[in-house]
């Protein structure tokens, strides 16, 4: 797949050769448990990308794995896709995606859910905007349930599905997030107008690796609630600034049950985000300077990792020196398939 943007256009030719100068990587790193329908169609999104990534990590929290088949098929086999899997003991979402980060190979990290389709500028937007020692995070468009399932791979790759008068006929208050779906001369305005402090979107965001690992990322102890806008007080408390784009980082999120949601637990965590701003801490003990340590411990939390190509050792471009995997631990493409 060729990583030249497509459709013309001056300034995004531009842009990808100024990218490729200063040699900057980009990984995308895709959460997902058990929803293979919605991580094959946010696949099916990066497909459509206008700049391609140098690397796909798959961050999977535990799913059943004969149930991601699909990763095999035709069309994603021109997609650079890593997977990192842990056996499922609970929501484990930030666990999981320390352990990507660290197979990560990028300059610049750019994170995703598996039940969002980004738009075909998603990866392009978010380097465009990228800036130095500061982080993006931009707001997925709620699509409900009895419109996305009809969705089908033409109309994802094609875009169609980011069209208002597409989507109109089965979802008619699609209308108000015109502004949103395509690209304006206000988009910039825009964003000023709906400007907030310090939001960080573990769906939408963006940083340089450096600044994630500044901070020793993902902070292992909290379950869901708030857990990533606690990534970004540590980060802006480490001098990261923030940058809130809700109309340029454009994706689609497809609404389903959250029967994991604890009330009880989101209450305490966002109070211990608010003493976050107080106390200016910027450190997490249980981090992702140890996390491949800690997940190759001990057989229950055992993770695995399986790169596009077989490698005999972990990647050479870690920032950290993990434990290497052992052959036990690595798959090939093939292997996974069987």
Known sequence: MS?????????????????????????????????????????????SQTISPDQIIIADDGSRRADYHFLNETPFSSLPIDTVWHPDRGWQKNTILNLAVRHCHGDYLIFCDGDTIPRRDFVESHLKHARPKTFLSGAGIEVPKHVHKTFTDSQITENMIFSPSFLAPAWPRVRKHSLRFQPSSLEKFL?????????????????????????????????????????????????VASRWLKFSLIQLHLSHEKSYIEPKLVRQQRWKIRKLF?????????????????????????????????????????????????????QTKGERAA
Do not use: H
């Not at 490729?20 to 995308?28: C, G, M, N, P, Q």
């Not at 907030?196 to 869901?224: K, P, T």
């Open 278 to 330: 107080f106390t200016q801490q910027t450190q997490t003990s249980q981090g992702l300077a140890t996390a491949c340590e800690r997940s190759l411990a001990t057989e229950e939390s055992k993770y695995i990792y399986t790169p596009t190509q077989f490698i005999p050792q972990a990647p050479s471009l870690l920032r950290f020196a993990p434990r290497p995997p052992t052959e036990t631990l690595i």
């Open 3 to 47: 990583r030249f943007p497509k459709g013309g256009g001056y300034w995004k030719k531009i842009l990808f050769l100024l990218k490729d100068s200063v040699f900057v990587s980009v990984s995308v790193v895709i959460s997902t448990y058990n929803n293979p329908t919605g991580l094959r169609m946010c696949l099916l999104g990066m497909l």
């Open 191 to 239: 964003n000023v107008l709906t400007w907030r402090y310090c939001v960080l979107r573990g769906a939408n965001f963006s940083l340089w690796r450096n600044d994630i690992e500044s901070v020793n990322g993902f902070n292992e102890s909290y379950g869901y609630g708030s857990e990533d806008r606690e990534l970004g007080v540590r980060l802006r408390n480490n001098g």
